[in-house]
């Protein structure tokens, strides 16, 4: 089955320990990108992935960082994860940078304390 | 900042009534989409719309491009239980350009 696939699906931790969440597509799409969902805000993305080792910030990259060493996998990680980062968090597929179909992974709920 | 207002934020539907809810920006969009999210899942492309003025449907959803491009409206026909959730447009300004999401409308059923 097609699909995008985040772990983990719930997450809670406290201020400035590091956590990586990982994103694999089954897909062989290029591109990858990283949104984070907040009541009224909608999706903002955070990261983006256009092909191997190629990446890019989005429109909220600060306390993020990611990488593309394999084409399925996109992972996000936060470095000193801190309260403002509580949020739920969407992975997305499409087969090329620019291609308005975007699959969503189910989200990851991240709660910073 | 964020580009795209959704109206309403929330509503409530009754079983069979048909509900409406839109979005609009100051700028142009030359694509239109409307994506579902149920609760606990990644939203769902619902529809798909690339020229100004367009009707498009997909069951008992329809949507609709306007005409000055600044805007699109979504349509639910005789809504059921499984309707609820959070509906988002999203716009792309051009062909291979990011998306930008709107806030979300979330439906809730009348208890």
């Known amino acids: 089955e097609a699909q995008v696939t985040q772990n983990p699906r719930y997450l809670i931790t406290v201020t400035g320990k590091k956590l990586t969440v990982t994103c694999s597509q089954n897909?062989?799409?290029?591109?990858m990108s990283w949104y984070r969902q907040d009541p009224g805000l909608g999706l903002r993305q955070i990261y983006y992935?256009?092909?191997?080792?190629?990446?890019d910030k989005g429109d909220v990259p600060e306390g993020y960082k990611v990488s593309r060493k394999e084409k399925r996998n996109f992972p996000l990680i936060l470095e000193s994860p801190s309260p403002n980062q509580t949020s739920l968090y969407f992975c997305?597929?499409?087969?090329?940078?620019?291609?308005?179909?975007?699959?969503f992974g189910s989200g990851t709920q991240l709660s910073v304390l | 900042g964020q580009q795209l207002n959704q109206s309403p934020q929330s509503m409530f539907i009754q079983e069979g009534e048909d509900v409406s809810m839109n979005c609009t920006s100051s700028?142009?969009?030359?694509?239109w989409l409307w994506y579902k999210q149920d609760p606990g899942e990644g939203p769902v492309l619902l529809i798909a719309l690339y020229k100004a003025g367009e009707l498009t449907s997909n069951g008992r959803l329809t949507a609709q491009f306007g005409i000055t491009r600044k805007d699109s409206f979504l349509n639910i026909s005789a809504s059921i239980p499984s309707d609820v959730g959070i509906y988002f447009c999203?716009?792309?300004?051009?062909?291979?350009?990011?998306?930008?999401f709107g806030g979300g409308t979330r439906v809730l059923v009348k208890p």
């Open positions: 897909m062989n799409h290029e591109y």
């Open positions: 997305a597929s499409t087969p090329n940078f620019g291609n308005e179909k975007l699959f």
């Open positions: 700028s142009i969009f030359n694509t």
């Open positions: 999203a716009g792309q300004k051009a062909a291979g350009n990011k998306l930008t």
């Open positions: 992935s256009m092909n191997v080792e190629v990446t």
